[in-house]
Nanobody
């Protein structure tokens, strides 16, 4: 069974940092791009960042550029999202996802990030 499990969410003050982790199990995700998305209350889910598995090429939403960094550990089959200079508007449930082609096929259960002002 394929699983993506996020961890690392929590409550932090504005200006603080958190690192999210997403561990994949049940199959090898070699060759699958990984992404982070988030959904705030009353809003649609939005793209945050993505990384290709082999080359490690990254892309970010404009709202997080310069503050968030996505990375991966191939040996651990884990992707990370380092979030610095957090703002209250970053409050959301953060999801990791994986795709081989086209759309993201596999999703985690999400982890809550709350940034207080």
């Amino acid at each position: 069974q394929v699983q993506l499990v996020e961890s690392g969410g929590g409550l932090v003050q504005a200006g603080g940092s958190l690192r999210l982790s997403c561990a994949a199990s049940g199959r090898t995700f070699s060759g699958y791009a990984k992404g982070w998305f988030r959904q705030a209350p009353g809003k649609e889910r939005e793209f945050v960042a993505t990384i290709t598995w082999s080359a490690g090429s990254t892309a970010y939403a404009d709202s997080v550029k310069g503050r968030f960094t996505i990375s991966r550990d191939k040996a651990k089959n884990t992707v990370y999202l380092q979030m610095n200079s957090l703002k209250p508007e970053d409050t959301a449930i953060y999801y990791c996802a994986a795709k081989q082609f086209g759309t993201y096929d596999y999703w985690g259960q999400g982890t809550q990030v709350t940034v207080s002002s």
